[in-house]
């Protein structure tokens, strides 16, 4: 099956940029979605597509997809980004949809 | 606004059965295929099925296939998640979502499932 790796922490200070990386078996090949989930709360989507991002999503967050890595970039961090960020692809081969194993980012 | 409210879980034991319900509003509920989408305590998330939007075609994990039946009806607006001999690693808040094009947007709220003795 496809597995998508995420390193599990990320710091980073505010106003300073975070970078999130989501490693898969020639990912580029495939369209990568990003969720952010704070405590308690439910998924939102904050990029798709590898770098679009929906309607309501500061400019701040952006992706880039290529090769085995894609990675979501948060510039000008800021305290409310603090969250567990998941991607996700939809994978062909098994006709399931895949997360991955998600990374907390922490506002120091 | 689009909106999804999950429903009926609880706590049940090892073995059992529980039936989830996903409400929708504020669009189209017919034109979408839908997904439930599960999230252990203190873990990540796990995508569990998958039903298009004339029920024609589903999908499952293999964690829960066989287990795990999912099933809609447009009429209502409503999703369902029939779950059967439940295990202890079921335990989990459960999220219906509406798909666009291979992703997940938006998300219910969460129904929380305990199986436990």
């Known amino acids: 099956s496809y597995v998508l790796t995420q390193p599990p922490s990320v710091s980073v200070a505010p106003g300073q940029t975070a970078r999130i990386t989501c490693g898969g078996n020639n990912i580029g090949s495939k369209s990568v979605h990003w969720y952010q989930q704070k405590p308690g709360q439910a998924p939102v989507l904050v990029v798709y597509?590898?770098?679009d991002r929906p309607s309501g999503i500061p400019e701040r967050f952006s992706g880039s997809n290529s090769g085995n890595t894609a990675t979501l970039t948060i510039s000008r961090v800021e305290a409310g980004d603090e969250a567990d960020y998941y991607c996700?692809?939809?994978?062909?081969?098994?006709?399931?949809?895949?997360f991955g194993t998600g990374t907390k980012v922490t506002v120091l | 606004e689009v909106q999804l409210v999950e429903s009926g879980g609880g706590l049940v034991q090892p073995g059992g059965s529980l039936r989830l319900s996903c409400a929708a509003s504020?669009?189209?509920?017919?034109?979408?295929?839908m997904n439930w989408v599960r999230q252990a305590p203190g873990k990540g998330l796990e995508w569990v099925s998958y039903?298009?939007?004339?029920?024609?075609?589903?999908y499952y994990a293999d964690s829960v296939k066989g287990r795990f039946t999912i099933s809609r009806d447009n009429a209502k607006n409503s999703l369902y998640l029939q779950m059967n001999s439940l295990r202890a690693e079921d335990t989990a808040v459960y999220y219906c979502?509406?798909?666009?094009?291979?992703?997940?947007?938006?998300w219910g709220q969460g129904t929380l499932v305990t199986v436990s003795s």
């Open positions: 039903i298009s939007s004339s029920s024609s075609t589903i």
């Open positions: 597509d590898d770098s």
């Open positions: 504020g669009f189209t509920f017919s034109s979408y295929s």
């Open positions: 996700q692809v939809w994978d062909s081969s098994s006709d399931h949809y895949v």
């Open positions: 979502a509406r798909e666009i094009t291979i992703l997940f947007d938006p």
